[in-house]
Structure formats: structure tokens, C-alpha cells
Nanobody
């Protein structure tokens, strides 16, 4: 059973930066495509970014392209999300996801089929 634990959320002003981390345990980390999703109050969970098993391929939602960077360290069983130029509309609970079937390019379409989810970390951006 894979366990995912997110950290790094918090309150920052618009224009600021945050780095989220997601530590994985209980499985073979390098076997999973990893991703980040987010859910704002009153809205559905949405895809943010994903990274392939070896870290060589990434995908991003249009709303975060050029501002967010996803990366992974397979030696540390950890995936990261560097978030720059944050906007109030980035406010949400951010969830880490691990999936055996997805590729980096297909993870955005597998919301209902994701194998494992973390419990989330809250990111709040003040204007």
C-alpha cells in the first residue's frame, strides 16, 4: 500500500513562491507516474502537473504553465511542485497522486482512476 504525505503548503502573498513536497512510502516509487491536483473551495478537483517515472517528461495545466515546475527524486521517493508567481486563484488544497497506468501526458484525464492520493496540503494566496 503506497502512502503519500504532502508538505510545504501555507499562506503567501500574490507574486510569491512555495515549494510543495510529497514523500512516498510503501511501494516502488519509480514505478508510478506522479502528479499534483488541486481543489478550490466549491470546485471540482483539477489536474495541475505530472511527471513521468524517470522524470524525463512532464505535463502542466494551461493555468500553471510557465509558473509551476514539477520534479521528482527517485532516490528520495519524493515529488516536488515549485510554484512561482502565485495568484489568488491558485488557492486550493493540493493533492499528490501516484498512478501505475498513467503517463505524464495522460494523467490529467485519469482523475477517477488514480491509484493513490495523499491527504492534501492547503495553499492560500492573499491578494
Amino acid at each position: 500500500q503506497v502512502q503519500l504525505v504532502e508538505s510545504g503548503g501555507g499562506l503567501v502573498q500574490a507574486g510569491g513562491s512555495l515549494r510543495l513536497s510529497c514523500a512516498s512510502s510503501g511501494g516502488t516509487f519509480r514505478s508510478y507516474t506522479m502528479g499534483w491536483f488541486r481543489q478550490a473551495p466549491g470546485k471540482e478537483r483539477e489536474f495541475v502537473a505530472s511527471v513521468s517515472r524517470n522524470g524525463g517528461n512532464t505535463a502542466y495545466a494551461d493555468s500553471v504553465k510557465g509558473r509551476f515546475t514539477i520534479s521528482r527524486d527517485n532516490a528520495k521517493n519524493t515529488v516536488y511542485l515549485q510554484m512561482n508567481s502565485l495568484k489568488p486563484e491558485d488557492t486550493a488544497v493540493y493533492y499528490c497522486a501516484a498512478d501505475l497506468i498513467s503517463t505524464a501526458q495522460t494523467m490529467s484525464g485519469r482523475l477517477s482512476g488514480i491509484n493513490y492520493w495523499g491527504k492534501g496540503t492547503l495553499v492560500t494566496i492573499s491578494s
